[in-house]
């Protein structure tokens, strides 16, 4: 298994164009099968997720490294305490199509 760390960077000239949406959905499309999201996303990170969640080209969840199983998430009252965990719950994102590969524990 090949574990890449990376950042997304976008220059604040292009900030609030929608392009975080565009370049994960073009990672998730040609490089990778899903993304994970640390406890160093700054706010806007965060907020970037979010949209994911709210965003059928994309298939958000959360990992708990206590129970070992993953579940969707829903913005709001749940999703908002991924962060103030300790790094329980990990949230991941892929794209529909990659869903059952990413799943596919055999």
């Known amino acids: 298994m090949w574990v890449v760390k990376s950042r997304i960077y976008i220059d604040p ?26 406890q160093l996303q700054t706010q806007e990170g965060v907020r970037l997720w979010k949209k994911l969640q709210n965003s059928k ?17 829903w913005p709001g009252k749940d999703f908002n305490r991924v962060y103030d965990r300790d790094g329980v719950l ?7 199509s990659k869903l059952s590969k990413v799943l596919d524990h055999d």
């Open 13 to 38: 000239d292009y900030r609030g164009s929608n392009l975080g949406l565009a370049i994960y959905e073009w990672v998730l499309t040609n490089m990778c099968d899903y993304l994970v999201a640390d």
């Open 57 to 73: 080209r994309f298939h958000v969840e959360v990992f708990n490294r206590d129970t070992y199983d993953s579940r969707r998430r």
């Open 90 to 96: 990990i949230p991941w994102v892929t794209i529909p």
